[in-house]
Structure formats: C-alpha cells, structure tokens
C-alpha cells in the first residue's frame, strides 16, 4: 500500500505563501499535496490561488468554517498576517487538523504554550514555522559542531546577526509588530535549538532608522547568559540600517578555534526574486565569496580555512514535518522550543523597558 499523500491547505497567498511555504509543498510530491488555499477575498470571478494553481486542481475557500468542515484536509499552513496567527492555529488544531504556523507565531509565550498543548490533545502536530534552522549557516555552524571543530562547551563568544538596509515599514509599538519579534524570532530559535533556556536576558531595542514611532523597534541586541554554559556569552543582534557590502552573519569564538560568516541564506531572494525552484541546480548554495573562515591557534600560530557552507534547505523542514505527522522522523523544531523563544522575546522587551538584565523565570 502506498504512503499516504498529506493534503495541504495554505492560509494566505500573499508573499509568504509564495515565497516561504508553496514552492517546498509543490517540491515534495511523495509527501503533500497543494489540496486547498484559504483566500478570503476571493470570488467566483477572480482569485489569486485560482489563477496560480488553479490548474492543480486546488480549491479555493473563502470561509475558515469550510476549510475546517472539510475532512480531507491534514495539515494547514498559515501564512496569514501575524495579528490573527494565534487565534486561526487555535481553531484549527481544536478541529483535529495538524498546523505549520508562520513567525512570528503569537504574542505571548502562554499562547505558545496553549497551542502545544491543544495540538497534544487533539493528537495532532503544532510546528512554528522556524524554517532558518534549515538556512545554510545554521546547518554549516551544526555541520562543524558534528565534526568537533566547534564546541559547545568550549564556546566563549556566540554572535549571531540579521543585518541589512532596509526601508520596511515600521508600524505601532505592541502586539508582536517590530524587529525582535519579526527577525529576533529565527536567531532565538536557533540559540534554543543549540543551547537550550538561558538563565538570564539582557536586551537592548532601538528605532535605529528613526522611523515612525520611536518605541516601535527596527533594531536589537540581546545578550543570553546560561547556567549549563557558565563562560558562554550569547549575542542575537539585528539592525535595518547597516550599509555593508558583507553583512556579518556569525561570530563564534573558542580560545584557540573560531568561525566567521558573512551574509545572508540564499533561499528567500532565489525563489522570490530568481524565480528559481527548490529543485534546480544551485538552489540554496553559497557563492564561494561567502564561505565562513574557521580559524585555529595552535603552538602560537594562527591558520585559517575557507568552509564551504552547506547548502540551505527549507524542503528539509517541510520533510520532517511530513514525516512527523506521519510517524516517521521526530519532530525538529517544536512548539515547546517555540515558547522558550516567544519568553526570550518577551523578557528582552521587559529588559529593555526596565533598565535591567532580567532572569529567564522572572514573570512576563
């Protein structure tokens, strides 16, 4: 008998569903099936999901009640703007359907916590969509730690950057608007997937463009200290307003060994401005301009080399989710990993506030 086909249906069809999540669903045919768009604006004339895919054989529902009544439906992604994320998720696990939930995932870490627990109940799978555990640096930095290059124990110095010049938007302070939330997400995620809850924040935000409200943050930097890695100081930093021709992607220093990239995955530009698919030839690779530097010292010399970086593969997060619900591989990024990060965001902004480095079980 062959395996079950997973039949998808996608909330949104806006950027994030084109970029992000359809192309690694079209990419995986062993694993899914593009059943179903949730386009609320749609109508029997015009349809952006029906004029894409419409020769798929997908349909269009314009109601979350028919996407919910609908029984052949697996696993929903929602792609949706970040203010109705926690509510449509809730909905959907509660009717017995499997989410892969967009960044950032809700506002608070108890509506993290609330979702794992729903999806536990119903027996089906909650996954925040944490797809940069699958950029190319992150699994290069894994790749070296695999090989023991790197040490987590031995690790003084952690930097990780998502810098770049830009002139996104700035919206209203609150609710889960701004840089910590939107791109501090995916570097606290990989942190939590490498070291695990950390004893203390420190954080800083800033409206480094000077745009709009000036409590609304374009900019961040947030120090993590640790218990289980007493000499390890953590730094995720972010800023919309560096002008460089490489931007910084990791710092990682031991006493005697380090590692240092520059820019950022190729995946997301490939797809939405190469128009390339997951499959094509040089899909996720680096240039070898790009290559990190690990570095050694040893009997009072310093060598360096050039690694090449593992090619990004956000189809490998789509496979694991796949083969999760269906029994086959255990889950990579969790919803509990996913609320260690959401209590991160939220103590740097209580940290930010106050003045003050703020401990990981403090109240938020």
């Not at 290059?149 to 770049?164: A, G, M, P, T």
């Not at 939590?192 to 954080?203: E, M, S």
């Not at 086959?328 to 930010?352: D, F, P, W, Y």
Request: proline share 5%; charged share 25%; glycine share 10%.
């Amino acid at each position: 008998m062959p395996d079950k086909i997973l039949n998808v249906c996608v909330y949104g069809i806006g950027n994030s569903a084109n970029t992000f999540h359809i192309p690694y669903i079209l990419s995986l045919p062993e694993l899914y099936k593009l059943y179903a768009i949730y386009e609320r604006d749609a109508t029997p004339q015009q349809s952006k999901g029906r004029e894409k895919f419409g020769h798929l054989g997908v349909k269009i529902f314009t109601t979350l009640e028919e996407v919910l009544a609908d029984p052949a439906i697996d696993l929903c992604v929602i792609a949706t703007k970040s203010p109705s994320h926690y509510e449509l998720a809730k909905a959907t696990l509660s009717a017995g359907k499997s989410v892969i939930l967009e960044k950032p995932i809700t506002v608070t870490w108890q509506e993290v916590h609330d979702l794992a627990t729903t999806a536990k109940a119903k027996g089906v799978t909650f996954v925040p969509f944490h797809n940069r555990r699958f950029d190319g640096d992150f699994l290069t930095v894994r790749k070296l730690l695999a090989e023991g290059k790197l040490n987590l124990q031995d690790i003084v110095d952690f930097e990780s950057r998502y810098d770049v010049r830009a002139d996104w938007g700035a919206g209203s302070p609150g609710g889960n608007g701004g840089s910590t939330y939107g791109l501090g997400c995916h570097l606290l995620d990989q942190t939590v997937a490498l070291f695990g809850k950390p004893k203390t924040v420190t954080a800083i935000l800033q409206n480094g463009r000077r745009v709009g409200d000036p409590a609304f943050d374009d900019a961040f930097t947030i120090h993590l200290r640790y218990d289980a890695f007493p000499g390890l100081v953590v730094t995720c930093r972010s800023a919309l307003h560096s002008v460089a021709s490489h931007q910084v992607r990791y710092i990682i220093r031991e006493k005697n060994r380090s590692f240092v990239k520059y820019g950022l995955d190729s995946q997301e530009p490939q797809v939405h401005d190469e128009g390339m698919k997951p499959l094509d030839k040089g899909f996720g690779e680096d240039p070898e301009e790009l290559f990190g530097e690990y570095g050694t010292w040893v009997d009072g010399k310093s060598t360096f080399e050039k690694i090449p970086t593992v090619p990004g593969s956000y189809r490998s997060y789509y496979r694991n989710v796949g083969e999760t619900i269906l029994g086959k591989a255990k889950q990579e990024v969790t919803g509990e990993q996913g609320e260690i990060g959401m209590r991160i965001i939220q103590l740097s902004h209580k940290s930010h506030k106050e003045g003050r480095t703020v401990a990981y079980d403090e109240e938020v």
